[in-house]
T-cell receptor, first 114, second 117 residues
Framework: GENVEQHPSTLSVQEGDSAVIKCTYS??????FPWYKQELGKRPQLIID?????GEKKDQRIAVTLNKTAKHFSLHITETQPEDSAVYFC?????????????FGTGTKLQVIP | NAGVTQTPKFQVLKTGQSMTLQCAQD?????MYWYRQDPGMGLRLIYY???????DKGEVPNGYNVSRLNKREFSLRLESAAPSQTSVYFC????????????????FGEGSRLTVL
């Protein structure tokens, strides 16, 4: 089955600096790559996603890049703010029958230091 | 529109006890999922239901059973709880595959924190 690896497991940055989280996946049939943010004690929520036919997507301070050949994708957060502190999960998804099978990475705990 | 609702939010069990986690969604979604979240291990799929009337095992199904009671409700049962099942459990749902609403996003409940002593 699909295997998603995520690095680093923890990341500390100064407020205003950029943060980059990297993921790799194993199944070349995966076609959808979402990123979820989970604040302490809360549910994971989608913050950005990218499909396999796109190489890059940006939404204000966050962007995601995808390299299908190398099977890796990354989350970039610019001008980090304290409210960006959370755990971030990458995922790879493939349509299987009547549903989309989603495999998550192990998460990155981001701490933004004011 | 409450989204995905899970109960209970917290539960403490003794080894060997049984319990059922309840999940309901009011978004008319077809697919529903149960994940467990453990430190350093991300979200791991326990069981899923692609549509009403069907259920399938995910990555870590041992020790669990599920019931898709109707389109809205998907419950997770621990028949004989073990300390290894101490975790935070999340229910999630997804719009129908092939529909314009299905971007692939999972909609999560607030989670149920289970401790097995």
């Amino acid at each position: 089955g699909e295997n998603v690896e995520q690095h680093p497991s923890t990341l500390s940055v100064q407020e205003g600096d950029s943060a980059v989280i990297k993921c790799t996946y194993s199944d070349s049939a995966s076609n959808y790559f979402p990123w979820y943010k989970q604040e302490l004690g809360k549910r994971p929520q989608l913050i950005i996603d990218i499909r396999s036919n796109v190489g890059e997507k940006k939404d204000q301070r966050i962007a995601v890049t995808l390299n299908k050949t190398a099977k890796h994708f990354s989350l970039h957060i610019t001008e980090t703010q304290p409210e960006d502190s959370a755990v971030y999960f990458c995922a790879a998804s493939i349509r299987s029958g009547g549903y989309q099978k989603v495999t998550f990475g192990t998460g990155t705990k981001l701490q933004v230091i004011p | 529109n409450a989204g995905v609702t899970q109960t209970p939010k917290f539960q403490v069990l003794k080894t060997g006890q049984s319990m059922t986690l309840q999940c309901a969604q009011d978004m008319n979604h077809n697919s529903m999922y149960w994940y467990r979240q453990d430190p350093g291990m991300g979200l791991r799929l326990i069981y899923y239901s692609a549509s009403e009337g069907t259920t399938d095992k995910g990555e870590v199904p041992n020790g669990y059973n599920v019931s898709r009671l109707n389109k809205r409700e998907f419950s997770l049962r621990l028949e004989s709880a073990a300390p290894s099942q101490t975790s935070v459990y999340f229910c999630a749902s997804q719009p129908p595959s092939g529909s314009s609403l299905n971007t692939g996003e999972l909609f999560f409940g607030e989670g149920s924190r289970l401790t097995v002593l």
